[in-house]
């Protein structure tokens, strides 16, 4: 059974039930399908049944649109979605030349850069880029179902993992500097310090900190590091 049929079965069942004689007619599993599930999802679902079982794809014409739910073949994104895939177009530019995320035709052209499903997953899930849970139910079913090719890089989750380690120390290094520095602005008009506020300073200021490295945390991400780091370094009375 191929890895499609597979998370068929998981998700649907196989489609073959007995009936009872006296059972009315068995219902086709598409009309099953819209019944239980909104239009949208089954049409995430079947976008990327097809898209997973392929080896490889073409990072910026059809993995970056994926991460959005966006199919490839479709001409007809509209400007908000454009703005959407450019922006993490020029951010995983930066993360190729960063070693971040692996690339198999490196030294191609980069609108012919081609990247494994598996290796462009992980690099998303580290980067904190919010994907469409059909895609994550795939890949995840994926990832621990089918063995690893012998050219998948896996040492790229490792090093990812470390540079995400060092930047989470950078945003907590920023926050401790502007409470001591800036010590108004990261508090609310009850004198109480604010996460928000303090993720808000570093990412606006975000070269400061990091340089020319892009942060891997989105400012959200910035605020729930914080936050907890205030809680746990607040004294108890």
Known sequence: ??????????????????????????????????????????????LYEKWICKDKWLLYKEGIPLLFGINPDANNSGNDESIKTD????????????????????????????????DLYRWAMVSRISVPDEFSVLMTFVIQTVKPEQHSHAHTPVEQDAVLQKHREIVLGAATSLLVNASKQCKNDQGEVVALNISRLIFENQQEWFGQDVPLLAETAMTDLIDEYIRLTRPII
């Open 1 to 46: 059974m191929n890895i499609i049929n597979k998370i068929k079965t998981s998700l649907f069942g196989d489609g073959e039930e007995v009936l009872p004689a006296t059972a009315a007619p068995k219902m086709p599993m598409s009309e099953r399908e819209r019944n239980v599930y909104d239009e949208e999802h089954l049409r995430l679902q079947k």
């Open 87 to 118: 922006e993490l177009w020029q951010h995983a530019q930066e993360c190729v030349q960063k070693k971040l995320l692996s690339i198999l035709n490196i030294d191609n052209s980069v609108d012919k850069w081609e990247v494994l499903p598996v």
